[in-house]
């Protein structure tokens, strides 16, 4: 069975620093899509950033460029966001999700039905 955990969460004012981690466990993350969606309160699920396992090839939206980083550890079956910068508009539950093999084209990475699995969210609040 597949399990996502995600942690790292918390209240930070705007301008700081947060990372969040998610652990994988129940299968290998070789030739998978590991990514990270947001749901803001009041809002849908929207999507952060991505990474094709085997390229390491990353994505990110366009809200969060130049601010967030993804980085992934093979050894340790998880991967990694890095919130700089942040603003009150980062507010939001964040999700890690997997997509498994085959992955969905490149064109479907920032649609949540792409993954197949997904974390329990962790909170993060930005205060202003």
């Known amino acids: 069975q597949v399990q996502l955990v995600e942690s790292g969460g918390g209240l930070v004012q705007t301008g700081g620093s947060l990372r969040l981690s998610c652990e994988v466990s129940?299968?290998?993350?070789?030739?998978?899509?590991m990514a990270w969606f947001r749901q803001p309160p009041g809002k849908e699920r929207e999507f952060v950033a991505a990474?094709?396992?085997?390229?390491?090839?990353?994505h990110y939206a366009d809200s969060v460029k130049g601010r967030f980083s993804l980085s992934k550890d093979n050894t340790k079956n998880a991967v990694y966001l890095e919130m700089k910068s942040l603003k009150p508009e980062d507010t939001a539950v964040y999700y890690c999700a997997v997509d498994t093999p085959p992955i969905k084209v490149l064109s479907a990475l920032r649609f949540s039905s792409s993954y197949d699995y997904w974390g329990q969210g962790t909170q993060v609040t930005v205060s202003s």
């Open positions: 990474v094709t396992w085997s390229s390491s090839t990353t």
């Open positions: 129940g299968r290998a993350l070789r030739q998978t899509r």
